[in-house]
């Protein structure tokens, strides 16, 4: 769409709509327009400088074939301007209530807020196809009629009458405004919003013109003295308007007007009511409250409230479009291919949503590198919504220079690349999508390319069970071949540089596996486990099926924060939506040591799963499970996974730690584990050859140093010993006394008998 300004000082001999007077000058000309066939010709009036359209036939509407359907989604989604629209509404700082006739309506948001605040009755009119969805959809009341056409409120009288973005689209504004004044009350107020033709200038905002002049919409934009002699000649006796710059406010009455407070300060209100559309069924409803809950809340500076608002806006935008804000070049990709995007398909938001999620994960501490190829994505969508269809692309080209200084903000901060985008190398890549599957990701430590026993064994357990497992090995330096000898049941297989451990790996396989966070759930597995007792892992994984928990993990641990251990737990549901989840795995650092990898994944991991408090978290064999009568304080701290090895497999827990039977670093009696895992008919020899794996990958472990106990342990200590881990030291210790006191009474007794 082009604009031509002219500078041609002939006098036309048109009439203006706004003044009624004769004389106009050529202002300019609009051409290349996607539904108008004909240039449009735009005069100046020389009485009240209105810019009218002078062409045969100006205006098309909003009803012709498939512009309607698209254009509700457009306002909804993002389009319509809530709070542009309730500014003058509240801005009577009596706080005006009462009855409420909403003149071209829309969607009907007005009306619903009204009422839904407890202003008072509202209804709403509106000819065109998105007052009827609004209708249906919001439930408020709206005729599809003109006022004059309209027998259910006839001769009824409003406390106020409102009309926002409507006196341009009409081509009489006098005889609009003397119909729709019929319906005030004596005390009544008018209150009306235009656009204002003063910024209809050479070297305005190109979008921001062409919003206002609206080619095949409007038929005139005005300015604020035309706009206050065409109220006081409908015979209004107190009229206020105020000036934006961009648009035109006017409230009018037959009483005195009460103050005036322009500029919007309701937004607590205006808030309760995002919060409760963002609860709405209809989706676009839903996301459209959420984008602007997180827009206006990030550019206010109430990052919590944007951060609360993001938490369910992520997941619902993929559920509902199949946008991904972590990962938005799929849907960009299809959004600069599609010849006419539609906004079923591509909400009206998505440049500015995917650059308001960026800024705000960015103020959360969000990884730079990351971020930045997000805000890429928004800016080149953002590009072409405003290429595209200027008019309604209002917000874009407001908020691209935002995009583009947030860019160079993220661009400039050093940050390392993650683990995630140290990616993987194939030996066997994946086939088919994991969309809705059950998914393991395994990984194991394979220096020089060979699989550990335990590895081979879980993995096929793992697809024993129904699972689709693929495996990634950790190596210490390029190797010629990798043995997939035993690895038939994994759908793929690949390897990569040892670096951060089984942290590292998982993050590579996350972000190469394709569709992985679309799975149904997700195991995170490595081979620091051995799986001893196949019964209970069949009945384990039977159990994992069918718990729902978004975090399932076997074991926790008490230090040096409660949570939960790593080396075996599965996330689904709306773990694997959450949006800082995801990012904590894709924005990983890369080379740890363990004790980071601890810090910075283990514990930092539990406690992103603690703080939501709708996901619901199922430790397996918890200690409150394994020590039912015990007080917390009283539990056991340190690797329970070693401390209470014995005590987990006869629980049902299916495996050993590995690292507990090769070096065993607590120094715990472990000399007849052999015999333990027999009785349960556990697996001796896998057991056997994964330990003589590691002596050959990881050396043979040194003889502990010679622990100085005055003694041996006699029985009794290792009954207190047992009694302390199932009593704990407090009841053991109240035990004790009464046994002290026990034995001083028979003490006593007996030396009296002597006497």
């Known amino acids: 769409m082009d604009l031509r300004f002219s500078d041609d000082q002939r006098e036309l001999p048109s009439v203006c709509p706004m003044c009624k007077q004769r004389g106009a000058t050529p202002r300019l000309c609009v051409e290349g327009t996607r539904y108008l066939r004909a240039p449009l010709e735009m005069s100046e009036c020389i009485h009240c400088h209105t810019l009218y359209y002078t062409s045969e036939n100006p205006v098309i509407g909003y009803d012709f074939p498939g512009f309607e359907e698209n254009y509700w989604l457009n306002y909804v989604q993002s389009g319509a301007g809530i709070t ?36 008072g009755r509202a209804v709403g009119l509106e000819t065109s196809l998105y007052g009827k969805v609004g ?51 004596d005390e009544g107020i008018l209150i009306l919003t235009t656009p204002c033709a003063d910024a209809v200038l050479p070297g305005g905002s190109y979008p921001e013109v062409i919003a206002i002049l609206s080619p095949g919409f409007h038929y005139f934009v005005t300015r604020e003295q035309a706009l206050r002699t065409l109220l006081h000649n409908q015979g209004f006796e107190h009229v206020q308007v105020a000036n934006s710059g961009t648009r035109l406010f006017a409230w009018a009455s037959h009483a005195p007007l009460p103050e005036i407070s322009f500029g919007f300060t309701q937004w607590e209100a205006y808030y309760d009511y995002l919060e409760a559309l963002s609860r709405h069924s209809n989706p676009h409803v839903a996301n459209g409250a959420l984008y602007r809950l997180v827009k206006d809340a990030v550019n206010r500076g109430e990052l919590e409230r944007a951060s609360a608002a993001l938490d369910r806006w992520v997941p619902l935008a993929r559920s509902s479009y199949g946008v991904d804000f972590l990962a938005p070049e799929a849907i960009e990709q299809r959004f600069l291919a ?211 928990s978004e975090l399932i993990a076997l074991t926790e641990s008490m230090s040096p924060l409660p949570h939960a251990q790593s080396y075996f737990f599965q996330m689904r549901g709306d773990a694997l939506n959450d949006w800082r989840i995801r990012s904590f795995w894709a924005g990983m650092p890369a080379a740890m040591s363990k004790q980071e990898v601890i810090d910075s994944c283990e514990l930092q991991f539990a406690g992103l799963i603690d703080r939501n408090a709708t996901f619901r978290r199922t430790i397996v064999f918890g200690l409150q499970t394994i020590f039912p009568n015990c007080a917390t304080e ?59 794996e590691m002596d050959r990958t990881r050396g043979v472990p040194h003889p502990p140093p010679p622990i100085d106990l005055p003694r041996p342990r006699p029985l009794k200590d290792m009954r207190n010993y047992v009694l302390g881990i199932i009593l704990g030291e407090s009841r053991l210790a109240r035990l004790r006394a009464w046994n002290r006191r026990r034995r001083a009474r028979r003490r006593q007794r007996r030396l009296a008998r002597q006497a």
Not at 102 to 114: A, K, M, P, R
Not at 649 to 672: C, Q, S, T
């Open 338 to 548: 599609a010849a006419e995007p539609g906004n079923d398909e591509f909400p009206s938001w998505l440049g500015c949503g995917l650059l308001f999620y960026a800024r705000t994960a960015s103020m959360l501490g969000g990884n730079p590198r990351l971020l930045a190829g997000v805000v890429r994505s928004a800016i080149a969508i953002m590009r072409r919504e405003i290429a595209i269809l200027a008019q309604f692309a209002q917000e874009p080209a407001h908020f691209l220079s935002l995009a583009e200084a947030l860019l160079d903000e993220l661009e400039r901060a050093e940050t390392p690349p993650p683990a995630s985008e140290v990616r993987p190398h194939f030996v066997r890549a994946p086939t088919a999508s994991l969309s809705g599957r059950a998914v393991a990701l395994l990984c194991g430590y394979a220096p020089d390319g060979l699989p550990s026993p335990a590895l081979l064994a879980l993995c096929r357990a793992l697809a024993r069970n129904g699972v689709d497992t693929h495996v990634c090995l950790a190596v210490h330096s390029p190797i010629e071949q990798l043995v997939v000898a035993g690895l038939e049941d994994a759908r793929s297989i690949a390897y990569r540089m040892n670096d951060s451990y089984d942290f590292g790996l998982w993050a590579a396989q996350l972000g190469a596996l394709p569709d992985i966070w679309n799975a149904e759930r997700i195991i995170f597995a490595n081979d620091s486990v051995v799986l001893v007792n196949k019964a209970g892992f069949d009945d384990l994984m039977g159990q994992m099926s069918r718990d729902r």
């Open 634 to 692: 009283d539990w056991p701290t340190g690797n329970i996974s070693h401390l209470l090895w014995e005590r987990l497999l006869l629980k049902g827990m299916p495996f050993i730690k590995a690292e507990l039977l090769h070096r065993n670093p607590m120094k715990l009696p472990i000399d007849h584990w052999r015999h333990a895992v027999r009785s349960l008919g556990g697996d001796l020899d896998l057991a056997d050859r994964h330990l003589k």
């Open 135 to 185: 209708r249906a959809t919001l439930g408020t009341t709206i005729y599809h009629s003109y006022y004059a056409d309209t027998p259910e409120i006839a001769g009824q009288t409003f406390d106020v009458v409102y009309s926002s973005e409507v006196l341009e689209h009409v081509p009489d504004p006098a005889a609009f405004i003397a119909e729709i004044s019929q319906a005030l009350s």
């Open 84 to 119: 542009a629209m309730l500014e003058p509404l509240l801005a009577v700082a009596t706080g005006k209530t009462g009855r409420l006739l909403d003149i071209g309506c829309g969607f009907g948001f007005v009306g619903h807020f009204w009422e839904q605040s407890g202003h």
